[in-house]
């Protein structure tokens, strides 16, 4: 199977502007996970995806959103770009199929986006 | 709060030697633990999961460990190699479909 698949993998862009990532998880996979990664916070979670349904969103503020479509694949958005949010942003699919079941997450190689 | 604290930023380790990591979490009741490595400009890749009613679990070099009591998880790589040199991420599963990662830990093993 191919693995999950990230879209741009580089973008700079410039305060003030919008940014859409795009994220394709592994086939099967219908649970899609988004977190963003710089040096001084770590691996962040952004908000989670299950069947085109936002099940849980992280502490960030709104400019940071996403959505998921019916072949499961992620794209998520953020408007009015701040110099902080130069990161890794990460995209992670999981064959999850039910709150108890086996989570392992599968992730992307990120698309790394610098806001100048 | 709620908190995740792995133990230090770096380990510096001899090849053949046995890594230790560790994974401490406060406020939280996680239904299973997992760790993942990291390389550098990749995405992290898993490693091993275990349960709250595991104690243990191996695969390969690597043992993982889990006490709720005490609220940490261990991580072993026995017979370390460069190769295992990575940074190593503990993760916890929360519920409500969300995962919480600790800062990471460095590993460098020389030869």
């Known amino acids: 199977k191919a693995g999950v698949t990230q879209t741009p993998r580089y973008l700079i862009k410039t305060r003030g502007q919008q940014v859409t990532l795009s994220c394709s998880p592994i086939?099967?996979?219908?649970?899609v996970s988004w977190y963003q990664q710089t040096p001084g916070q770590g691996l962040q979670f952004l908000f989670e995806?299950?069947?085109?349904?936002?099940?849980n969103k992280g502490n960030f503020p709104g400019r940071f959103s996403g959505r998921q479509f019916s072949n499961s694949r992620s794209e998520m958005n953020v408007s009015t770009l701040e110099l902080g949010d130069s990161a890794l942003y990460l995209c992670?699919?999981?064959?999850?199929?039910?709150?108890?079941?086996?989570?392992?997450?599968?992730f992307g190689p990120g698309t790394r986006l610098t806001v100048l | 709060s709620q908190k995740i604290e792995q133990n230090s930023e770096a380990l510096n380790i001899q090849e053949g030697k046995t890594a230790t990591l560790t994974c401490n979490y406060t406020?939280?009741?996680?239904?299973?633990l997992q760790w993942y490595r990291q390389d550098p400009g990749r995405g992290p890749v898993f490693l091993l999961l275990?349960?709250?009613?595991?104690k243990e679990k191996r695969k390969e070099r690597l043992k993982v460990t889990f006490d709720t009591t005490l609220k940490q998880s261990l991580f072993h790589i026995t017979a370390s190699q460069p190769a295992d040199s990575a940074t190593y991420l503990c993760?916890?599963?929360?519920?409500?479909?969300?995962?919480?990662f600790g800062a990471g830990t460095r590993l460098f093993v020389k030869a």
């Open positions: 406020n939280y009741s996680p239904a299973y």
């Open positions: 993760a916890l599963h929360t519920g409500g479909f969300k995962t919480i």
């Open positions: 275990i349960r709250e009613n595991e």
């Open positions: 992670a699919s999981s064959p999850q199929k039910g709150q108890g079941a086996h989570n392992e997450q599968f």
């Open positions: 086939s099967g996979h219908r649970s």
């Open positions: 995806y299950f069947s085109e349904t936002q099940r």
